[in-house]
């Protein structure tokens, strides 16, 4: 009449942290940045309240600032002045994000893991990920794949410790690696964008990263959501091109995927908490609708749980200052 097995006995106390089977901690943390050409002092983005456009000279303190929360990696992501048809201020050494990692790396060497996002759609007039035919509108896969080649090495030469191809064309990865092998660069890693779905979710980037297209949409290159065997054999795919790190994109709404790919593959996963996911919170928070302390450490240990050893997150300076 009463019940045997007490699920309740572990619950209170000390000995809830004893059987805890997930851990977050700020190792796990990938900080965002956005460094923009254009302005001279920081900027909020408005979509997501918290998050700033940089320009060049505060990028260096605001990274120091994150080291010094024990974050151990950043994600750079450039707002060029000069945008046009192919992107050709993304590969440039004096380049925007270029110049940043060196700012970065000259202040704080092996403190901080400096990653670059590498994509064309922050340099392209049209904001598109990659060269466009105009009279089909079709975004072309194989001339934009030298042109993520040169923008890597770019990256790494001026510093960068690992590479993040986002832009989803087939066979980025090995065009990456092959070119900064070529280069002597054979120990940098590359972190994919595997499986990076065609998401709404990624609405307030687009407006702090000034990259929203004019015409068509980006279906034609990421996935669909309603897809998952697809995300395995593009992580297969990505793999066998030689990526290191795996990456699924969005998160909360694809913690299936996350976990099938970690099951799957078990190598090294991250997974991107991103804009919306981000803003959805902020939003709900400052209508005091949710507890914004609480509901971020819910969500990012649910990510962990779903099979991701790294995440970036928009979140990683609040939540390591919680975890401290
Ligand atoms: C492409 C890129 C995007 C994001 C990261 N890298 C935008 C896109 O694919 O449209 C989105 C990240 C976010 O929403 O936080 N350079």
Redesign the pocket.
């Known amino acids: 009449m009463f019940p045997e097995r007490r699920m309740r006995r572990l619950r209170s106390g000390k000995i809830r942290d004893l059987v805890r089977e997930t851990s977050l901690s700020v190792n796990d943390l990938i900080y ?1 940045v956005f460094v923009n050409e254009i302005i001279n002092e920081s900027e909020e983005v408005a979509s997501m309240p918290g998050v700033f456009n940089l320009p060049l000279d505060m990028v260096a303190d605001d990274a120091k600032e994150a080291a010094d929360l024990g974050i151990p990696a950043m994600i750079l ?1 450039g707002i060029p002045e000069h945008k046009d048809e192919k992107g050709s201020s993304a590969w440039g050494d004096e380049d925007i994000v270029q110049q940043a990692v060196r700012e970065i790396k000259n202040e704080l060497g092996k403190d901080m893991l400096v990653i670059t ?1 590498v ?1 064309l ?2 340099y392209t007039d049209h904001g598109h ?1 990659g060269m466009v035919d105009f009279d089909t509108e079709e975004i072309m896969n194989d001339p934009t794949l030298p042109l993520l080649g040169k923008t890597a090495l770019s990256h790494v030469k001026a510093g960068a410790d690992m590479v993040a191809p ?2 989803m064309m087939d066979g980025m990865i090995s065009a990456i690696r092959s070119e900064l092998d070529k280069n002597n660069f054979h120990n940098t890693p590359i972190m994919s964008y595997a499986a ?1 779905y065609s998401s709404a ?2 609405g ?3 407006d702090a ?1 000034g ?1 929203g297209c004019c015409f068509g949409d ?1 279906s034609t290159h ?1 996935m669909d959501p309603a897809n998952s065997d697809e995300a395995l054999m593009e992580a297969a795919l990505d793999i066998e091109e030689g990526a290191d790190i795996i990456m699924v994109k969005p998160a909360l709404p694809y913690l299936d995927i996350l976990y099938r790919l970690k099951t799957e593959f078990e190598i090294p996963t991250a997974a ?1 908490n ?3 996911e981000y803003s959805m919170l902020k939003a709900a928070a400052q209508n005091g609708w949710l507890d914004e302390k609480q509901v971020m450490y819910e969500s990012l240990i649910s990510i962990k749980r779903a099979g991701a050893d790294m995440i970036i997150t928009y979140f990683a300076k609040e939540m390591a200052q919680m975890l401290k």
């Open positions: 965002p992501f996002d994509c759609c922050e990920c986002s832009g990076k979710f990624y307030p980037f687009r990263a990259s980006r990421q991107y991103v804009s919306g």
